[in-house]
């Protein structure tokens, strides 16, 4: 703003320039404000800045400081403490954006690989099917138990049988036994071995679902590290709307007050700048459940009132072109999905097989020793003893259920594999079609906005100049605004379908390298 004092002649107030609107091509971190010059007195509109400095935009946008020779800088007024002061402010602003980097998304990956809850219970999902392998293994092995009897009964039994014509047998009502018995399994129908294989294929499964637990994690943490670059970069863009549009209401009231508009497009102003402040607050809202959910992801507390995370990476569109990516697809036996339906076909087979063996014999072989102990009349003895043992079911209700039941989830999982093959090829079609969908309205976005931000500096320059009205400058802003807003969510999206593409691929791997 620039003020210029006169003591002859009325004290006027008049209005020249443009109104303050911010430079959309600035970074984040600086914000630059065109303010309109106020000029008291019968001059001319000059620069109010001092000869000694002045601002001006480089290509991309960023403020570059100029300074003047050296005459200026032995001027009467002599700024340069004040030129030294506002260097030092730059370089502090800076300093803290190079200090700290923030949180990378390999970084977020790698967190939520390592501590998530739900990759824990995967890997010990995993253990616990090792452990399920060395238990069906087990049982080839012999059995030892200890038994223990205690009797007491209302007549005097023979608990010793009668060994010889000349050695009885010995009665008592109140007798017990202490022995130990060896089992050896010989034969079980088949049952063992296929334990065997059944808790191998559960203990691929649970590999499998660990396989599929990670590629959830990282298309997830993926996706809600771009949906908080993309909220963060609209609530930027936000901040500065409302920046500019504070700006504006100053001159509106301004212009109102000297009788060059009327009150209605004040009211607009105030309207826009009301709906604008809404929309920074559900920005803020949608920040903090992003945060508290990438938070979740990488298996921290996602309680509120935490630090608001400080990302380091950009959302930005990937260099690889996405008919490129199309070309290498995974066959089908590499995706975790597929080999789980597969093995869910064998796993149903294994158990069909399980069942079937329980209507075959068992044979075991026995070997035990064993005391005996009588209490009246008192009197021990003991015996040992080989044997063998079989036992063949004759009939069980519950088996023939338990076959039929294992014979119709064998044909479910295999209806289950085609399901499976047929929807890989469904998400990796749909997968294809939304990158290339995307792509191109990331190309419309980008043409759009160009045509947004020109419409709205003609808007800008015809309100200055008079010509225009607050209604078209409003709406020009909002296109502008809007077209920002779709350029963001297509670049969003775009990333999102790749994520999804590697899901659909089995690639997903490649966001850790």
């Known amino acids: 703003m620039g003020v210029h004092d006169s003591?002859?002649?009325?004290?006027?107030?008049?209005?020249?320039?443009?109104?303050?609107?911010?430079?959309r091509q600035a970074p984040y971190y600086a914000y630059i404000r065109l303010v309109p010059k106020l000029q008291l007195g019968k001059v001319n509109c000059t620069r109010s800045s001092a000869p000694l400095e002045s601002w001006s935009f480089a290509g991309n946008g960023v403020p570059k400081l100029e300074l003047g020779n050296e005459k200026h800088i032995t001027s009467e007024r002599n700024t340069m403490p004040r030129t030294i002061g506002l260097l030092l402010l730059v370089i502090s602003l800076a300093l803290p954006a190079f200090a700290d980097e923030g949180l990378s998304l390999r970084d977020a990956l790698n967190r939520a690989v390592a501590q998530n809850p739900l990759m824990a219970e995967a890997r010990l999902g995993v253990d616990a099917g090792s452990e399920g392998i060395t238990g069906s293994r087990g049982k080839h092995w012999p059995k030892l138990s200890l038994n223990l009897d205690y009797y007491q009964r209302q007549d005097p039994v023979p608990y010793i049988p009668a060994q010889s014509a000349t050695t009885p047998a010995r009665f008592s009502d109140d007798y017990a036994s202490l022995g130990l018995l060896l089992a050896l399994p010989l034969y079980q129908g088949g049952q063992t071995v296929t334990g065997v294989q059944l808790s191998t294929v559960r203990r691929d499964l649970q590999r499998l679902s660990l396989s599929q637990t990670r590629n959830e994690l990282i298309a997830n943490t993926v996706n809600s590290y771009n949906k908080r670059l993309q909220?963060?970069?609209?609530?930027?863009?936000?901040?500065?709307?409302?920046?500019?549009?504070?700006?504006?209401?100053?001159?509106a009231r301004l212009l109102f007050d000297v009788g060059r508009i009327a009150r209605v497009d004040l009211l607009k102003v105030e309207v826009q700048l009301a709906n604008e402040r809404q929309r920074a607050l559900s920005f803020d809202e949608a920040i903090a459940a992003t945060d508290a959910t990438l938070r979740f992801l990488m298996g921290e507390d996602p309680a509120p009132g935490g630090e608001q995370l400080r990302l380091s990476d950009s959302l930005r569109m990937p260099d690889e072109a996405a008919t490129a990516e199309a070309r290498a697809v995974t066959p089908w036996s590499a995706r975790p999905e597929y080999q789980a339906a597969v093995l869910g076909v064998k796993e149903s087979e294994l158990s069909r097989r399980l069942t079937f063996g329980r209507f075959l014999p068992a044979v075991n072989a026995l070997a035990g020793y064993m005391d005996q102990y009588g209490f009246t009349p008192s009197h021990g003895e003991a015996n040992w003893y080989l044997g063998l043992q079989a036992t063949v079911p004759l009939f069980d209700r519950?088996?023939?259920?338990?076959?039929?039941?294992?014979?119709?989830?064998?044909?479910?999982?295999?209806?289950?594999?085609?399901?499976?093959?047929?929807?890989?090829?469904?998400?990796l079609t749909v997968a294809d079609a939304s990158i290339r969908e995307s792509a191109n309205r990331v190309k419309t976005a980008r043409q759009a906005i160009e045509q947004a931000h020109e419409s709205f500096r003609i808007e800008q320059e015809k309100y200055g100049a008079g010509a225009g009205t607050m209604s078209d400058l409003l709406l020009a802003q909002s296109a502008d605004m809007t077209a920002e807003a779709n350029l963001s969510q297509a670049v969003f999206d775009y990333n999102a379908a790749r994520v999804a593409w590697h899901k659909a691929n089995g690639t997903l791997e490649e966001y850790l390298k």
């Open 231 to 251: 909220l963060q970069s609209l609530k930027i863009a936000s901040d500065a709307t409302l920046q500019a549009l504070e700006t504006q209401l100053k001159n």
């Open 398 to 427: 519950s088996l023939y259920a338990d076959f039929r039941r294992d014979t119709i989830l064998k044909e479910k999982s295999a209806t289950r594999q085609k399901a499976v093959e047929q929807q890989l090829r469904l998400d």
């Open 7 to 23: 003591s002859d002649g009325p004290l006027v107030v008049r209005l020249c320039g443009q109104p303050s609107f911010f430079q």
